[in-house]
């Protein structure tokens, strides 16, 4: 019993950048899409839990092999993969851009769900304060215990599980819709469908994998920083990044389809179809769910908890992800693995993302639209960012003997396509 006691707290060190990537993919923005999905149409959307798992799998994985093998970001692998400057600027320039923009729509959720479970704290004490402590945070906890905190936080995802077991449906009916895709020729299922695909295949996941993966080379496997060096890569270690992407990718998927069977069966089931952030889809469970005394309050509440914490880990790895992508641009010292005077630069790229999220939610900006734009845009930067992604993964000069299989070039390209088909899709329904 105690030995394996021993292999499982084993088994879960070895888990990384994979399962933070996994759980950061249901960031607050993504689950007030995945709610909207449920609210909309029920367990019309459910089917898209499973079908996006194999390529998320097969996506990040590719990141997380560039990242592992090389020793450095994805930024700087596009950059010398393709020699073109004038791409890559533009990609880091559109990505940093929604980052912010996500990063102050998460801040908004997250302030107004710690209201709802704190109703007397002031909004703007919680904005702040939030924010501070996650800047805190990067800057002055070591790596290890950082990522530590990070793997800890993936357990607020488990919340949406609990809440869905709450509400309860019909579990036949929910496998069905699980295996069975429905689709609707509308507008509106068009545009969901759009969002779900985006939330789910978010780009800044790409670069945050392989750069987190260099981050793991640094020290454990003989290269002084990201970036410089070489890396010595057993079978061993690449079969456990394979284990740990698979399993974060799982759980991303899982707690998609937890969060939509419990919109389904309560804002749908009465008829609240018009939901557009996921702290108004907590305020909303309280009077529908009554499966037993006070199981409105809890819901709420566990709800609430899910989307703080789930905050407090997606928002710096957003911030992180800016930090990364202009390192590899410009060659600054970077990693989180480093104290602040020896990445000066890293950090403050990190600090004044975070802030300028912050700043987003004083400017009466309307961030649920400016969200749907940030979508649009991160779906089309997508594309390119996919093509490259495989072209270095297929590049045996970069990689050696640890490039692309046929299945993973398949689903990749079916991910490139099916992105492209959905992009077009969403223009000739906009506004319709």
């Keep these: 019993m105690s030995s394996c006691l021993r292999s499982f707290k084993k088994f879960l060190k070895s888990l990384g950048p994979g399962i933070i990537s996994g759980a950061a993919d249901d960031d607050p923005s993504a689950i007030a899409t995945f709610s909207q999905a449920g609210a909309q149409f029920g367990f019309g959307l459910l089917w898209t839990a499973i079908y996006l798992y194999p390529m998320l799998i097969v996506i990040q994985e590719m990141c997380a092999r560039i990242g592992l093998i090389t020793g450095g970001g994805l930024a700087a692998a596009i950059q010398k993969k393709y020699n073109r400057k004038s791409f890559v600027y533009t990609i880091a320039s559109v990505l940093i851009i929604a980052n912010v923009v996500t990063i102050g729509a998460d801040i908004a959720a997250i302030s107004a769900s710690i209201h709802l479970v704190l109703p007397k704290v002031p909004m703007v004490f919680v904005i702040v304060s939030y924010t501070a402590l996650i800047i805190a945070a990067e800057i002055l906890i070591p790596y290890k215990r950082y990522v530590k905190i990070l793997k800890f936080l993936c357990i607020s995802l488990f919340a949406y599980a609990i809440t869905a077991i709450i509400v309860g449906g019909s579990w036949n009916q929910i ?67 394979k284990e740990d992407v698979a399993i974060g990718m799982a759980i991303s998927r899982s707690i998609a389809w937890f969060i939509i069977i419990s919109t389904a069966g309560t804002l749908h089931a009465n008829g609240i179809t ?159």
């Design 175 to 241: 496998l069905i819709a699980s295996i069975i895709p429905h689709i609707e020729f509308s507008s509106s299922y068009a545009a969901l469908l759009v969002a779900v695909f985006g939330a789910s295949l978010s780009p800044y996941l790409y670069f945050w994998q392989a750069s987190g993966e260099a981050e793991e080379d640094v020290g454990k496997y003989n290269i002084e920083e990201i970036g410089k060096g070489k890396p010595r890569i057993t079978r061993n270690v690449f079969r456990l990044m």
């Design 274 to 432: 018009d939901i557009h952030t996921a702290d108004q889809v907590a305020k909303a469970l309280e009077p529908l769910v009554q499966v037993f005394p006070f199981a409105g309050v809890i819901s709420k509440t566990i709800f609430a908890i899910g989307i703080i914490g789930v905050g407090l880990l997606a928002i710096p790895v957003m911030a992180g992800d800016c930090g990364y992508i202009l390192s590899d641009i410009f060659g600054w010292k970077q990693g989180l693995s480093k104290k602040f005077n020896q990445a000066k630069a890293f950090y403050l790229v990190i600090s004044l993302s975070t802030i300028s999220g912050l700043f987003i939610n004083f400017l009466h900006v309307n961030l649920i639209k400016a969200l749907v734009y940030t979508n649009v845009i991160n779906g089309i930067v997508a594309i390119p960012v996919l093509v490259a992604i495989i072209g270095i993964a297929n590049d045996k000069k970069m990689l050696g003997l640890w490039i692309n299989g046929k299945i993973s070039n398949i689903i990749g390209w079916c991910a490139v396509v099916t992105t492209g088909i959905l992009i077009v899709v969403m223009f000739l329904t906009w506004n319709k």
